[in-house]
């Protein structure tokens, strides 16, 4: 099972994610912007998977996407955008930065754990 | 897995309410014509989670209400609309719109649209306005960028005909795209997921193996793919993450047509799924590559797509529709649950157990070995114990603690619009925001304050006009200020309006048979009589203070909360209202007090001092009232024994005791029989258990299992002063007098 490193500012998305993730035997690191994302990242290299939240204070996703890249051992992993559909131009953005690919928001915990299981299947 | 989104809706409401909050103030603080990114920005993101939560966790009523005001936000953040106050009322006006649809969502009520609806109009009305309408990507053709190529041709190709046999699919990744996570392998397995495939693997980039960098991909793959019901749509959802890092096409192909075309074999046919490219890769020439994707760099090689896989817009969104209709099942609805606690109070907290298991077991030790000597060890052990008990109750109280700022919040925004709808030019401040106050206190405390806020600004505050003829600056203030005083908090609600007018509240309580005609009524007097019951002295009832509320309600509502409320004014400079509060409801630092055979606990806080009384200090001025001297002052004294009828035994041997108590800045003697122990005590309230009684508190139980009576002290100043047939203020009036 993996480790996943999920970001976002909102509550209770936090807790949905991460109960659905851990309901599936994942090991979840929580983060709620990317500042204290990229913070974690430091202190957990094996992280398998990130899913970050693009709109955030302090570091938004994009940013986040950009900084793990940089780091060696995130440099390969997947990096999931939860994104909602009117930011087009963030996707763009966000694959620019280096995200693999998004999971478009509003999303219910059986599709999260489909989009999931492709990427780290 | 079925996962019950249900269980999230609490944090859901929780937050959202919170994210109005910032949004109500964000808007507040956002002049006409501002550009302050942050805010903007902040009002944005509090916009888009709502949206976003609302969508996830089933409630698209509010998701798709929200949706226009973050349009606006957004726009507003990218600087293609300016602000306007137009936009900013509307948007405000929405924040109260949600607010109302999630409290009813959250208490599991039926929303009634039509506010949201017209609101929504609004919102379209302003979003189509030229200066708006620009910025949609949607109208934007793509033009001039050929590789981003961002919208226009949909499916119109890819999914004219989904009974086709089959499709030929290229894939060459760019070099650089596993540098983004994505793995050539994952696609092709999805493609598997739709159907047979073969897949072709082409090797022609494939440089030599000194030139190799580890981090590209040199492979790229012809794949056909055969079903039933593909469509191109499916196709392209699974490349959709990878459109711009790699050359794809996907062309029809018939059944006939399925077979290789004999150039492109050059490597290895597969059969893929199951099991990586990696294993089926140790053939070709390089054979001794330690790489999973060799190949070389990026030239024109895959056969002529017959359709190029282009925007976004061209792909489908997944299906949204799963989460739509609200569940009406769990999360309760009423005063809110939980509350938040900052970590450091939790960890405090922890380190204080840690304490008391290490007393605990200190004491445990010594019951073992206890001798004659070691009782002092014992002693100061419960000592200790007794300290770390009190320590750990007042950091469990403090759990509960919140800053005021949470009860004072609302009122920029109340200002603000009541000032639109009163035509006045009113400025609030606040002072003392982060005083803590009891949650369950503060919840309670939300109407009140708000009805003496609307009360200032309705009654209290002058029109600029009225305010300038006085030779007043125009612009009035009314302050809300929180601070702490002994063991209660003080709020205070200020304003520099035109004051009680004494003469016309005299009047209105005479017509209205509060007081009787010609009866002699001091000034303090005068001003409490607005806050007796079935009180108005407005000319005309506005649409505000005019709901049958008058502010003995206000008074009632702050004396359930053992707290009381004043009210001083001087005319023309202005009016304040003084609410004073306990900090907790739950415990109070009693002395214990004995009248008769019963122990009764005075509230430490209300004891200025207590004395042993001497006969002669006492004095009986006219009215039957018993003054007592104390260095300069006389105070009134009242005997509880009487107040609380108890059978008087006469001739008691020891010598009473006078607890000078005070409350609103004025004092009594309470005369008791015996001064006994200060403690905390628990209160239980009269009222659940009994009934209320005037003059009590509460009650407690004592270490002894008895039962003791908890004075009101407030209670205890009006029942004496109705005892003596007098108000206070003659008692305090002559006491003055006498010992003038």
């Known amino acids: ?121 | 897995m079925a996962v019950d989104i249900t269980q999230f809706h609490e944090m859901f409401f929780e937050e959202s309410f919170e994210g109005l909050e910032v949004m109500e103030n964000g808007l507040l603080n956002l002049p006409p014509g501002s550009s302050d990114i942050e805010l903007i920005n902040d009002i944005f993101r509090a916009a888009h989670s709502i949206k976003g939560g609302a969508g996830t966790f089933g409630f698209n009523e509010v998701s798709e209400f929200t949706h226009d005001l973050e349009t606006l936000m957004d726009l507003m953040r990218e600087g293609k609309f300016s602000v306007t106050s137009e936009a900013v009322e509307l948007m405000l006006q929405a924040v109260d719109c949600l607010r109302h649809m999630m409290t009813e969502l959250k208490d599991k009520r039926p929303i009634d649209y039509a506010n949201a609806s017209e609101i929504s109009k609004h919102f379209k009305l302003i979003l189509e306005k030229p200066e708006a309408a620009a910025p949609e990507p949607e109208q934007v053709p793509a033009a001039n960028d050929t590789d981003t190529d961002t919208d226009t041709d949909t499916d119109t190709d890819t999914d004219t005909d989904t009974d086709c046999k089959g499709w030929r699919i290229g894939f060459k990744p760019n070099p650089e795209m596993l540098q983004t996570g994505n793995e050539p392998y994952r696609i092709i397995r999805e493609l598997g997921e739709l159907g047979d495939i073969k897949v072709h693997v082409l090797l022609d980039d494939l440089p030599s193996y000194e030139l190799i960098e580890p981090c590209e991909c040199y492979l790229a793959w012809q794949i056909n793919l055969f079903g039933e019901d593909v469509s191109g749509d499916a196709i392209d959802e699974i490349f959709e993450w990878v459109i711009d890092d790699a050359e794809i096409s996907v062309e029809e192909i018939s059944g006939a047509e399925a077979v290789i075309p004999e150039e492109a074999l050059i490597s290895e046919e597969t059969s893929i799924p199951k099991e990586p490219p990696t294993q089926t890769l140790d053939k070709p020439k390089e054979a001794d590559s330690p790489l999973p994707e060799p190949s070389a760099v990026r030239k024109e090689v895959s056969p002529a797509p017959a359709v190029e896989i282009k925007s976004e817009a061209a792909i489908p969104i997944p299906p949204k529709s799963e989460s739509t209709k609200p569940k009406d099942e769990p999360a309760r609805g009423g005063d809110s649950k939980s509350i938040r606690v900052n970590i450091e109070k939790v960890d405090a907290l922890i380190n204080m157990v840690g304490e008391m298991v290490i007393t605990q077991s200190m004491l445990c030790q010594l019951s073992k070995e206890y001798n004659e000597e070691s009782h002092n060890e014992l002693v100061s052990g419960l000592a200790q114990l007794e300290a770390n008990t009190r320590e750990l109750q007042e950091s469990v109280m403090s759990l509960r603690m919140m800053p005021i700022s949470f009860a004072f919040n609302r009122f920029p925004r109340l200002v603000r619009d009541l000032n639109r709808q009163l035509e006045k030019d009113v400025e609030l401040v606040l002072h003392g925001e982060h005083t803590e106050l009891d949650k369950t206190v503060m919840e309670k405390l939300g109407d009140p304050l708000t009805h003496l806020v609307r009360n200032a600004m309705d009654h209290g505050m002058e029109t600029p006009q009225e305010r300038l003829a006085q030779g007043k600056p125009e612009k009035g203030k009314i302050e809300l200020k929180a601070f702490y005083e002994g063991g209660a908090v003080v709020i205070q609600i200020c304003d520099d309006g035109k004051g009680l007018d004494d003469k016309k509240i005299q009047a209105k309580a005479i017509s209205n048979g509060v007081i009787q005609e010609g009866e002699v009524l001091s000034k303090e007097e005068i001003q409490d009589l607005i806050l007796r019951p079935g009180f108005s002295t407005a000319d005309k009832v506005s649409d505000l203070s005019g709901r049958g509320v008058g502010l003995d309600v206000v008074k009632q509502n702050i004396r359930a909360l053992n707290g009381s409320l004043d009210v001083q004014s001087k005319e023309n400079s202005g009016t304040t209202f003084t609410i004073r509060l306990p900090l907790t409801l739950a415990i109070v630092d009693g002395q214990l007090i004995r009248v008769e055979d019963s122990v009764y606990i005075l509230p430490l806080i209300a004891i200025s001092e207590s004395l042993q009384l001497e006969e002669k200090n006492i004095n009986t001025v006219a009215g039957g009232v018993d003054l007592y001297r104390i260095r300069d002052e006389n105070i009134p004294v009242v005997h509880l024994n009487a107040l609380f009828k108890h059978d008087v035994t006469e001739g008691s041997e020891l010598p009473k005791m006078l607890v000078v108590v005070e409350s609103n800045e004025r004092k009594i003697g309470l005369v008791v029989d015996e001064l006994l122990d200060q403690q905390q005590v628990v209160i239980k309230s009269l009222e659940a258990n009994y009934q209320s009684v005037e003059g009590l508190s509460g009650a407690t139980i004592l270490g002894d299992g008895t039962v003791a009576l908890i004075c009101d002290v407030h209670d205890i100043f009006t029942m004496s002063a109705g005892q003596y047939q007098l108000s206070f203020d003659k008692i305090f009036q002559s006491g003055h007098n006498y010992a003038a």
């Open chain 1, 1 to 121: 099972m993996a480790t996943i490193l999920a970001v976002d500012d909102s509550a209770s998305m936090r807790q949905m994610v991460s109960f659905t993730l851990q309901g599936a035997g994942h090991d979840v690191i929580e983060a709620e912007d990317g500042q204290i994302a990229y913070d974690l990242a430091q202190q957990h290299p094996d992280v398998d998977l990130v899913l970050s939240d693009v709109n955030m204070p302090n570091m938004d996703g994009i940013s986040l996407i950009k900084a793990l890249r940089g780091m060696d051992s995130y440099k390969f992993i997947p990096m999931l955008m939860l994104t909602t559909e009117s930011t087009k131009d963030k996707k763009m953005e966000g694959r620019a930065a280096g995200a693999t690919g998004w999971i478009v928001k509003p999303f219910n915990p059986d599709q999260l754990l489909a989009t999931i299981n492709k990427v780290i299947g």
